[in-house]
């Protein structure tokens, strides 16, 4: 018995399919890093708009 019990070696499309598979979370980490970039550079740009408008009143 083999130690993996998902073994991507069986046929071709098995493989493919498993190729597939481990190429996706990095695709995946690189938009969430983004995503999160994004946001913080949002929230920056809005506190930096509410303390412009403070100081002119």
């Known amino acids: ?5 998902n073994d991507p070696a069986g046929s071709t ?3 493919q399919h498993f190729a597939q598979q ?3 979370p990095d695709k995946a980490a ?3 890093v983004g ?3 994004g ?3 949002v929230v ?3 506190a930096i708009i509410a303390i ?6």
Request: glycine share 6%; hydrophobic share 55%; charged share 5%.
């Open 1 to 5: 018995m083999s130690q993996t019990p």
């Open 13 to 15: 499309q098995q493989f």
């Open 22 to 24: 481990q190429g996706q």
């Open 30 to 32: 690189k938009v969430n």
């Open 35 to 37: 995503l999160i970039a």
């Open 39 to 41: 946001i913080v550079a």
């Open 44 to 46: 920056a740009l809005v």
């Open 52 to 57: 412009a408008i403070g100081m002119t009143m």
